[in-house]
Structure formats: structure tokens, C-alpha cells
């Protein structure tokens, strides 16, 4: 009878020590709430002083102080994107906050894993906002935290030009998301997680931020990761102070702010509405059309360095285990669906990478033949051939780049994937297995907002991908390797290594295995690697 009492008391204390939906925080107060999945959610965190008036254009500071508890129950409004309209109650430039998920019998001293994951949007939107960690959490068996935020993009968060560099500060992006890593460090284990095994994930242009991140400040260790998650990495080109003072200089003009003795000031006396009237992309110099997205890193030579290329060839990155991925077609979403020749293929090459040569397309051109590409209706007959040309220099080919170095200098905890899951409205509509799709399954297909493909949901031919990428994924967050807790019956994933090269786990439903990067693939990307410094990526 004792020792069922003593026993009934220690269930009780562990239920008092659980962490409590109101977290006290040096700054202010929050109370989120516990759900029925035994999962509890803070969400729209304040991690940031709001980035308004003389803080637009300036790197982010520390939260202030706020009196009493603030409700945690809602999302915080996501940031101004460009060409995305006026602000509206959803979408602000004051929008520096996060949401944290974590098992509701989490307590401080619990010490559980993190994935802090970048959401991407070519830093010009915030386009992964607010998915939910849940799925994630209960794949891992509830032993992860989970936390996604916001951060600025573009004039707002990569606005460059002298006046900038003088009165402000560039690169405010990915500088706000190191503010929220430094957060982490901070106050993480008041959500039950370990400050110590943080795992820095993202995709698209969230997986160029875990590249910048990890090469920041010359790869400068702070201790703020200990892993990466890079889903479709991109490698944008990277544009000096003076080469991205025309940004600076053709929104003053738009805006009206040329007569003005402090432009800067203009701009920033200017409300978000009427700046956002004049926030559109232009073309670079020397290029014929406006690329995809203009905004973007900024090479400062303080926060970036080096051309990212560059930067992973001389080992100047932090250490630690990796993930490097993409998807089969990577750029059939980007390239125009109406390219109809190879003069308006070149082109939009071109426009996302202006100091391309015309040797350099000629050569393109050549590895990269429209004859054997698939045709698709309502499309031009240069589509797909554009698209892939797109996706292996942008994102296919600096990932395997990237996995070569890493085995090149003997650092054997790497990882390589091709996710190549058919839909087959997507494959019927030649969009393929686009860029990005397999967010979907990771976090699960209904923890999205509505984005994964029917055949990814319960009940669809590709629902059983989603516990198998689950269950790689949540190990690798775990214990920094994909196979410690994969899904029974599933491959080993193999690293990549100086041992074991081009070698990578291909995702496919019930075919995952590992396959070797098909020469042809091969010889590509050692092609683009060549030329990656001169496209300053």
C-alpha cells in the first residue's frame, strides 16, 4: 500500500514539473496551450523588436520588455513579401516572431533535440510560414522539439547599397535568423529542449540560409548548431555592396525619395503600404528581363565572406553532420512554362544569372539538348529543357558539390538524397517531382497548410513515403544519423564518403534505395561547379 502511494506521488511531482503552457522568459511572459496529442504549441513568440521605423533597414535587436502574460495561441503575422501586396492582418513588417512545439510532458531538465527549420521563399516572401510541428514531434516518438519562425525578406531583410552599409546594416535576413538561434540558446530548455542538439534544417532558400549560416563569419563556430537539414540548397548569386546599389537606388527613385538630403531617412519615414507599392523586382545589370527573385544575400565580406562555392572548396564552414537533397526536377515550378526556343531559354538564364557569358550558354546549350525532353500540353517546346538546365545549377549540383567536399576532407557523417515520389497529376502536367515537394511528407501531409498532393494524404498510393522520410528525418535530429531510429525495414542510408562517392538515397514509393549519381548527372555538375565562381555563387 506504501509503495503504491509512494508511486502515486512521484507520477504526481512529474506531472507538476512538466513544462507549464505559460513560460516565464527574461523579457515578458507566454501562454500557449496543450493539446490533445499530448503535444503543447507556443506560437507567435516575440523574438525580435519589431523591426519598424528606424529599425527597418537595421539588424534586429532584442525583444523589449512586456508587462503580464501574452496569449501564445495565434501565429504572428508573417513578413512583407515582394510583389505580395499591401500588409493586411496576416502579413506585417512587424512579423519577427516564432512558434515553438514540444511534447506536453516535456520538462526544463528534459534536455530534448531541436529542429529549428528555415522556411524558404527565394528571399523574397516567407512561402513555408507556420507549419506545424506536431507530426514531426509524434514521428519522432515525442522525444523533439520543434520551432519555425519568421524572418525579413526582401528590401526588408536585403535591401544593399552604401547608404545601407552606413546608416543600417545588410544581410538584416539572415541576420534575424541568427538572432533567433542565439534565442534558442537562450530560453529552449524553458520548453523542455537542449540548447546543446540543435539541428539546423530548411529548404530552398531556408537550405542556402543553413549553408550561410554554417559559413558565416568565415565558418566561425558560435555554438548555436550541431547538425544540418539542407532540402534543395540553393546557390543564388552573391552581389557585392556596390553591385546591389542599383536595388537601393531604383527604389529611391520609385519611391519619390531622390530629392531628399538623407534618402535612407525617406525610405524609412515611408509606411509599409506606400513602400510596398514600389516593391517589385528589376532586371540586373546587364540582363534583359527581371529574374525570379532580385532580393537576396549580400556578399559583406563580414557575415558572408566568400562565394558560398568558395567558402565549402577552402573547408570554411562549421563542422558538423549533414543532409544534402534535392528533388528530380527541380526547376520545372521557376522556368516559364511557355519557353517555346532556346533564345527565351538563354534569356531567363540569363536574368537569374547576369555575368553569364555567352560561351558559357553556347556550352549550356550543348549539355543540355531539348531533343529527348518530354513534351507536356499548354507548354512551349523549351520548357523542360530550360528547367533542367535551372535546377541542377541552382540546386542539384551545389548539393552534390557540397557532399564531395565534405568526403573530401573525411567528414563521413554526410548524407545525400533524391526524393523522387511520382504523383501523377503532377507528373502528367510535366511539373514532375518539383522543387521542394517532399516538405510535405517530413512534416507530414496534413501539418502543411493545405500544400501536399492528394496521393500524399491518408488513403493516397504515396501516404506510405511519409513515415519512411519521417522516420529517417526525426533520426537525424535525434542523433545526428538518419539510420539510428529509421523505420524498421527501410535501407541503411549510406554516407557519402571519399570511400562511397555519388552515392545517395533515392525516395520513391516502396523503392527507396540507394543509387549511384548517373554519370552524365556527374559530368554536369563538375561543369557547373567550374563556372559556379565566375555566376558568383
Known sequence: ????????????CDLTVAVDPTVHLNYTSYKGAALSNGITQWLGVRYAAPPVGNL??????????ASGTQ????HGPTCLGTASGPPTKTMSEDCLFLDVYAPSNATQSSKLPVFFFVQGGGFNTNSNANYNGSGLITAAGKNIVVVNFNYRVGPYGFLAGQEILAGGSVNNGLKDQRLALHWIQQYIAQFGGDPGHVVLGGDSAGAQSVNLQVTAYGGRNDGLFHATAAESQSFSALRTVNESQFMYNNLVIRTGCTSSNDTLACLRALNATALQQQNYNTPFPGAQIAPLYMYGPTLDYDFITDYTYNAYAKGAFVHVPAIAGDDTNEG?????????NISQSNEFIQAQFPAITLAQLRMLNTLYPVNGTPTFPDSGRYWRQTSDVYGEMRYICPGIFISGVYANMSLNQNWNYRWNVIDQPANASGNGVSHTIETNAIWGPTNTNGGAPDSYKAG???????AVVQGYWTSFIR??????Y?????????????????QRL????????????PSDQQARCIYLSSIGLSLEQ
Open 1 to 12: 500500500m506504501l509503495r503504491r502511494f509512494l508511486l502515486a506521488v512521484i507520477l504526481l
Open 56 to 65: 527597418r533597414f537595421s539588424a534586429p535587436q532584442p525583444p523589449p520588455a
Open 71 to 74: 496569449s501564445a495561441v495565434a
Open 332 to 340: 520545372t515550378i521557376f522556368a516559364p512554362k511557355s519557353t517555346a
Open 460 to 466: 493516397g498510393n504515396n501516404f506510405p513515403i511519409v
Open 479 to 484: 542523433s545526428y544519423n538518419p539510420n539510428t
Open 486 to 502: 529509421r523505420l524498421a525495414g527501410t535501407p541503411t542510408w549510406e554516407a557519402w564518403t571519399t570511400g562511397n562517392r555519388y
Open 506 to 517: 533515392m525516395f520513391q514509393t516502396n523503392n527507396t534505395t540507394m543509387e549511384t549519381v
